[in-house]
């Protein structure tokens, strides 16, 4: 067979892969497909087929430290995490024949507190590699769920001023049209940068 038969006799071998791992605790937990659930369905059936899979290759595309913020009792709190975005080509070499081969581009992201951000992104763009590749079925769709947002504190970006906000929320009471406008520009306000409130005020100034 050549590895493009290979790859659908195991589509065909594995029909689905069960939610093992959990995420998180208490209420806000949450079963997902892991890694190991993973591979544990692909190896045996990739080992059948004769085919061996492997990252052949990864770029980083994109690293930065993200801020988010959070308030109780009055009291901010900010919180660094490392975000990396990670390139990666997963490639597909039919055993019996390694001179033939299928790649597959994916990316994972990863953010952590610590060191980890790396793993985690290098670990989902694997994952998803294999499932897609196999077209497993897992139940998950991204489109479902909104994904956590992080405040636009990036580096050395500025963010705007209490200042500019206090001053961009009169602007919107004053009328509907100025309060139409800034929603349309701020998807939230420890989101917004310096510059951004800047250009906002200063049109709104205009009377755009």
Known sequence: ???????????????????????????????????????????????????????????????????????????KKE????????????????????????????????????????GKAMTYADKYALLKAYKIITGDDPDQAYSEEFTKKVSNTPMASEKQIAFLKKLGSESQKNAAYIKERVRAWDQLTMAQATEIIGALKNGS
Not at 18 to 45: I, Q, T
Not at 67 to 73: A, D, G, I, K
Not at 89 to 112: A, L, M
């Open 1 to 75: 067979m050549n590895i493009y038969q290979k790859m659908a006799q195991v589509t065909k071998e594995i029909s689905a892969v069960a939610k093992n791992l959990k995420v998180g605790e208490g209420k806000a937990s949450y079963k997902a497909v892991g890694e190991a659930d993973v591979l544990a369905a692909v190896r045996p059936a990739e080992e059948k087929a004769g085919i061996y899979s492997y990252p052949c290759d990864r770029e980083i595309v994109e690293s930065a430290v993200l801020t988010t913020t959070s308030e109780y009792n009055g009291n």
């Open 79 to 118: 919180t660094n995490k490392q975000f990396m975005r990670i390139k990666t080509v997963y490639r597909f070499v039919n055993i019996e024949n390694p001179d033939e081969y299928i790649d597959i581009v994916t990316y994972g992201d990863g953010v952590d507190t610590q060191d980890k951000a790396p």
